[in-house]
């Protein structure tokens, strides 16, 4: 299988390729030339992430130098539990919770993933891989956990000061070692800005071998892929249903990989993109007109996102816009029907939601009053309460038990680079 750029289909690469480089030279995002297609009988007997993720990525891998060592990549990436956890809510609802990896947040398969991946692609020189991440708070911390301590590679992350939880933080300041953090005066999208403009910046280039780990690198979307997979199999297994999901969203990377998982054959439903008051996409859906904006902080904020970067491979998939509004429906909710959502389901349903999974905990309440659930839905999870508590505690009237990966990081010391959002402070950083 051969990749190529959103922007020109001659601007091609092979998997271990595009993985390296993140973002295509010309700018654009990686997409398959061809997508594989599957039916649910060619996963008979497979059953959970770790053991359908070979059989799916197979295809993808093909020809690859990595493709030999899939198996491998897949057993230390997805070395923890993903359950699907029914609701007792009306309709037949779920919710897979995908945050009981090393920092709690869906953000950690992408990561280990990829980084399972680059440590095995034969580099041509030896000089040391620059990880490049910007973060809105898990994608930082999870890639940073990933890469600590793999030989010749150095990750440096780029978080907006202020504006990610005070545990989020402490999990982007607590490696040392190859990991570098750098609190930005700023947004994420300035964060997400600077990035880009490191990778395009000629000076920095011959300097440094740079590489991404945002949701544009196609090793994040492939992985993610996967528990749509494990989970639409379980789903349909149980009911002869397609599975429909409901997906907080930001950059748009988790529910790509849930678009391309349907694309592919999976039995995939409805998919329900659930926004915060960032309503870019929403509006996109509504009126046509494609307007990026400055994010605007909210509880939920690893959504805090007015340019969602994934947009770019959404329509490119469907470029006609009756195409993509038939493909995804977008819901948005405000911080007060979160705080609203978390406090209500603490007690009738007995979960307690972080602020994101509260988002697709209103959305599938709101649907089901419309009487627009038939089928299985299933709520994606995307982190952990705890990693929110001054948000979550206060709600729900008690503290959130932390789990114990996180807690450890959580006693580390910190060290972290305080500077502005400029190309010239980046710059500095990475000479
Ligand atoms: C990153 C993140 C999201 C948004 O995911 P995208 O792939 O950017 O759409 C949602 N919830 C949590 C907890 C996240 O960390």
Known sequence: MRFHSTRNAGETATL???LARGIAPDGGLYVPDEFPSFTVADFDGLDGIAAVAPKFLAPLFAGDPLASQLPAIVAEAFDFPVPLKALPVSGDASVLELFHGPTAAFKDFGARFLAACMARIPRATDRT??????????TGGAVAAAFHDRPGI???VLFPRGLVSPRQELQLTCW???VRSLSVAGTFDDCQRLVKAAFADPELAAHRELSSANSINIGRLLPQACYYVAASLQGFRRTGKKVNFIVPSGNLGNVLAAVWARKMGLPIGELVITFNANRTVPDFLETGVWEPRPSVATLASAMDV???SNMERLRYLHPVHDDITAAVRADSVSDEAIRARITHDRTALGETWCPHTACAAETYDRLSAADKVKGPWVLVGTAHPAKFPE????????????PDSLARLLELPRSVTEVPATLEALAAVLR
């Open 306 to 308: 007015g340019n969602p």
């Open 129 to 138: 891989l620059t990880i490049l991440v910007a973060t809105s708070g898990d």
């Open 176 to 178: 040392g070692g190859n």
């Open 16 to 18: 271990s390729e595009a």
């Open 391 to 402: 948000t979550v505690e206060p709600l729900v009237g008690h503290t959130v038990p932390v």
């Open 154 to 156: 150095e990750v440096v």
